[in-house]
Structures are given as structure tokens and as C-alpha cells.
């Protein structure tokens, strides 16, 4: 299978005019991970002094990459991104490790900073140690390379992405107007439990690393941790906020700064943009389920309830088929361990009950249901009744797409 030349799917949106950030120049080479004819290494360099935070997967067999950036993060200092796609280096042992601090180490001598100022993320098959040569041979490519737009990082960083993800967004500190850009990819294997597979966040503001750490996570939990595809988690996944300090605004060092609420809603705004976008590229896909609970017992019991019907085959199945089952709705409300009464359990879809207090409801109009099941876009509201927790998670429908995709994902 030739990765990025899947259809496009239905769901997508187009590529977002992305500005350029001051300090932050990205550029794109061929390492060759695999054999197909475009760029799969992407080099980000970064003024110094630049501020970075990070997010990375909770998997026990996390790749080296982010083993890496796990112990860098705290220094708060990035000079460079290196993503390379076609290979995850995951479970690679010694072999990945290695691969890592090369790069690492090239990285550093060509732009003049330490190796531990470079992050370094992969993405692609497991198991399989990247080659050394080819990561070398596309690194001094990148150094070499003119500069590019943030739409060709985009395509750079894709696997089985059938679409280039990105987004923007932009606040005011005091009378300074700052940007922030993203960009992101992620199809399948997506259940994360902190981020998405590789999302990258450029800012101008000058913000200290603390606080862009702090809004960063506070704005994972609504975004990237209330997204499913699949309900398989990476191995790699990791999202990254660089703050390149550049647009001369007062920096931000606590809440208290004047501009750090805009600031923190602008990322927050972002971040959701961006986790949206690759529930649109799940694998397969055809159709984007929002899923809103409500009447929860706490904010994160409705989490929880939404995160249990989102990841339902059987729920992702019937909206495949335009089938309102509102009963596997119900099943995965109690399969999800959180406190429900079924006789104070109701269910709607595209906004017309068709459950109510433990029972079908009589003679409802069928439809309204139907033709709302038909479209792109798809609304299943569940409320428990017991409480005022409320969340909304994002899905999509699971078709033979999907397995068709991954059935020949090495191939």
C-alpha cells in the first residue's frame, strides 16, 4: 500500500492558509523510509530561546522518540523538530535508541545548539529500527533545503492520512496580536489517553515554558483525550507546543499576566480544530459522530460514558449502516463502569428522542432519525439523568474501509 495516496476521504477539510511564524523555519527532505516518490523527513528550526511543552502516549512500549522527549521536556528550551514518517522506530531496542541520538547529535552540530534542544518523532510500522543511513542522508538534506510552507510539513509528516491536517488561531496581549499554527496527522490507531499520533503547535508569543506546558495540557483533556478511532493508542503518540518568543509581546509567566486567558482559549480552540481533523481521516471512514452525555454524575463519569460509545463497534457499526440501534447505545452506557439508572436513561439522535426512562419511545417519527443518519455529520445524545456531568467525545463510523486499510498496512 502506498501511504497518502488512499481516496480522499469524504470527511476532510480543506488546508487552512497557514502564516508563516517568525522564527520557526520548516523544512522537508526525502530520507526514503520507504518506497514511495515524496518527503518523509521534516526539520524544524527554532530561534533561540525558544519555549516548548509536550504531551506524549502513556503506552508501556513507547518508541525511543519519546522516551527522549519525556526526559527533554523539562528543560523547556527547543532549537529543532525532526519527524520522520514511514517508521516508527518503536520496539526497535538499542538499534532505535541509537537512530535517535544520531539524529540528535547531527542536528546539533548543523544548527549550532545541544542535542538535547532536538526532538525527534517517528511514525509508521513497528517493529522495524530506523535506518541510520537514511535518517543521516535526509537530515544533512533538510539542512540543505530551502525553506517550506507549513501545508508541505503537513504532507511530509502523513502515513496513512488521506488528507493534510492544519489549523490556526490567534489572541491579543495587551495591544500585540500573537499567531498560532498546527498542524497534525493521525488516521488510525487512535484512542489516546493524552494526544493524538504527531501534532505540532507553533506559536509567536512569548510565553514561559511552565505556562504553555500548563494551558497545553488543559487544553489535551476537551481536544485530543476525547477522540476515538479505533480505540488503539500509539505507541508514538506525542503533541508538541513550540512558543518562539518572537512577537513582542509582554511574556506571559502566569495566569495572572494580562492576555494569558486569550492566549490559553486560542490553544484551546486549536487543539480542538486539530483533534476534529483527524477523526475526519479515521481509516475508512464515512461519517463524523459527535457524542454528547449529559446528566452524569461528575464531568469525568460523562468522559468516561462518551469515551465507552464512542469506542463501540457495535455503535460505529449500526451508524455505518444507518441503523439507529439506540440499544447499543444503552449497552455501551452500561458497559462503561460509570453510575446510570436505566430507568432514568434517555437517547437521541440528530436531536429526536428515541429512548426515554428505561423504554422505547412510543410511535416517534422515524424520519427525521433516518435522513439524519444519512448525512456526514452525526449527533448521539445520551443523558443519564442522575447528575450534571457533561462531555462530548468525537468518532466516526466503522466500515470495510477500515479493515481493508490495515489488512495491508506492511504491504
Not at 3 to 22: E, N
Not at 68 to 95: D, K, M, P, W
Not at 314 to 322: D, E, N
Request: overall charge negative; hydrophobic content about 40%.
Amino acid at each position: 500500500m502506498a501511504d497518502m495516496d488512499l481516496d480522499r476521504s469524504p470527511l476532510a477539510r480543506p488546508f487552512p492558509d497557514l502564516p508563516p511564524i517568525d522564527g520557526a523555519t520548516p523544512r522537508v527532505a526525502r530520507a526514503r523510509y520507504k518506497e514511495w516518490d515524496r518527503c518523509d523527513l521534516t526539520l524544524v528550526e527554532f530561534t533561540e530561546g525558544t519555549a516548548v511543552a509536550g504531551l506524549f502516549t502513556k503506552s508501556a512500549c513507547a518508541s525511543p522518540e519519546v522516551e527522549a522527549g519525556r526526559a527533554q521536556i523539562g528543560g523547556g528550551q527547543a532549537r529543532a523538530l525532526v519527524v520522520n514518517a514511514g517508521n516508527s522506530n518503536a520496539f526497535t531496542g538499542a538499534a532505535g535508541r541509537e537512530a535517535v541520538e544520531q539524529i540528535q547529535a547531527q542536528v546539533a552540530e548543523g544548527l549550532g545548539c545541544e542535542a538535547h534542544e532536538v526532538f525527534v518523532s517517528s511514525t509508521g510500522v513497528i517493529g522495524v529500527p530506523l535506518p541510520k543511513d537514511k535518517a543521516r542522508a535526509g537530515v544533512d538534506a533538510a539542512l540543505a533545503a530551502e525553506p517550506c510552507d507549513w501545508l508541505e510539513v503537513a504532507r511530509a509528516i502523513g502515513t496513512t492520512d488521506t488528507f493534510e491536517k492544519g489549523a490556526h488561531a490567534s489572541a491579543f496581549i495587551g495591544d500585540t496580536e500573537v499567531r498560532l499554527i498546527g498542524v497534525i496527522k493521525g488516521s488510525g490507531m487512535i484512542a489516546p489517553d493524552m494526544a493524538t499520533m504527531l501534532g505540532y503547535v507553533v506559536t509567536d508569543a512569548a510565553i514561559e515554558p511552565a505556562l504553555l506546558q500548563e494551558f497545553l495540557s488543559e487544553a489535551n483533556g476537551p481536544s485530543f483525550g476525547s477522540i476515538t478511532v479505533d480505540s488503539d493508542t500509539s505507541t508514538s503518540d506525542t503533541v508538541l507546543a513550540f512558543g518562539t518568543g518572537t512577537a513582542g509581546n509582554a511574556p506571559l509567566v502566569d495566569h495572572n499576566s494580562p492576555g494569558a486567558d486569550a492566549f490559553a482559549s486560542a490553544l484551546a480552540d486549536l487543539c480542538d480544530q486539530l483533534a476534529e481533523l483527524v477523526v475526519r481521516d479515521g481509516e475508512g471512514a464515512t461519517k463524523f459522530i459527535e457524542i454528547r452525555v449529559s446528566g452524569a454524575q461528575s464531568d469525568g463519569s460523562a468522559h468516561r460514558v462518551a469515551m465507552s460509545i464512542a469506542n463501540s463497534p457495535l455503535v460505529k457499526t449500526a451508524i455505518a449502516g444507518q441503523d439507529a440501534n439506540w440499544g447499543r447505545v444503552v449497552m455501551a452506557v452500561g458497559k462503561a463502569g460509570e453510575p446510570a439508572d436505566r430507568d432514568r436513561l434517555s437517547i437521541r439522535f440528530g436531536g429526536v428522542e428515541v429512548a426515554r426512562e428505561g423504554r422505547a419511545v412510543e410511535d416517534f417519527d422515524e424520519a427525521p432519525v433516518a435522513q439524519h443518519l444519512k448525512g456526514e455529520e452525526i449527533v448521539v445524545e445520551a443523558d443519564l439523568g442522575i447528575g450534571s456531568g457533561r462531555a462530548i467525545a468525537y468518532t466516526c463510523d466503522l466500515t470495510h474501509g477500515y479493515i481493508s486499510i490495515n489488512a495491508d498496512y506492511r504491504s
